[in-house]
C-alpha cells in the first residue's frame, strides 16, 4: 500500500465520521448523542476491521504468505525442470530410500 493510499483511507473515515454525525444530527438526535454514535460506529469499525485481520494473520490467509508460497513453488518448480535426467533419478531413489527407512 502506498503513502497516499493511506492518506485517502484516513481522510475517508474521518468525512465517513463527520457524515455520521450530520445524518445523527438530521435524524433528530443532540449533538452529544450524534457524537457519541458516530464514535460507537467508527470504533466498531476499526474493531472490525481487526478482527478480520487478525484472522487473516493467523488463518496465513494474508497476500504476503500467498506470494511467498507461489514463488517458492514456482522457484521449485523451476529448479527441477532445470534437472538433467541423471540427477532426477538420483534424487528419486534418495526419496525412495528416505520413504523405506522410516517405515
Known amino acids: 500500500m502506498r503513502r497516499i493510499d493511506v492518506f485517502g483511507i484516513g481522510f475517508g473515515i474521518f468525512f465517513a465520521g463527520g457524515l455520521a454525525y450530520i445524518l445523527l444530527r438530521q435524524v433528530g ?7 457519541i454514535w458516530s464514535q460507537v460506529l467508527l470504533v466498531g469499525g476499526l474493531v472490525g476491521w481487526l478482527l478480520t485481520y487478525a484472522f487473516r494473520a493467523f488463518s496465513k490467509k494474508m497476500t504476503y504468505h500467498q506470494q511467498r508460497e ?25 526419496i525412495e530410500q528416505e520413504e523405506q527407512s522410516q517405515i
Open 29 to 35: 438526535l443532540n449533538s452529544v448523542d450524534a457524537g
Open 70 to 94: 507461489q514463488y517458492e513453488e514456482a522457484f521449485f518448480q523451476k529448479r527441477l525442470a532445470e534437472l538433467s535426467p541423471e540427477e532426477l533419478a538420483k534424487i528419486q531413489a534418495e
